[in-house]
């Protein structure tokens, strides 16, 4: 994992993971709503307002995200749109506001075929400003976390471990 900080408030992450697990079966899971929620650190609600399990391109929904950011802890109300999922790709974007802070975020995986598992690459921009920019160097850590958490328990979901 790569983290980068291009400013004060922007932090740029590429996450490259190897899944050990078919790319149909990650590819399913990264579109699942109910799979990100349980899945995503700090998720404690998504929505999207459809009728079916998976995420479209053009489909808009809210997430409320909890983060700990030095001594902040705020909940953010965030918006989130897929902007594209065409297979081996997908694009999202979320903004979101809590407690004097926004963020705005765009990101980027990708999943590829390797022999029995699947390599997924990720790549997010997040601009962070109000109260949290004060923490811009504490965001590192946190964004290292939640993707890892992340594609942890994605790969322990898909190969039915409970590490």
Known sequence: ????????????VAV???IDAPVEAVWEAVADIDV?????PGCRQLRFGVDR???RA?????ATLAVDVGPLSPSFETDVTVRRRDYPEMALTASGAAAGS???TTAELTVAPADEATDVRWVATATVT????RFAGGLRPVVEHVA????DRLDDRLTDRDD
């Open 102 to 104: 926004q963020f705005d």
């Open 58 to 62: 053009g489909d808009e929904g809210t």
């Open 130 to 133: 109000g109260r949290l920019e």
């Open 16 to 18: 490259e993971r190897r």
């Open 148 to 151: 890892d958490r992340f594609f």
């Open 53 to 55: 399990d998976h995420v």
């Open 1 to 12: 994992m790569a983290v980068e900080q291009a400013d004060a408030h922007d932090v740029r």
């Open 36 to 40: 990100t929620e349980a899945m995503l």
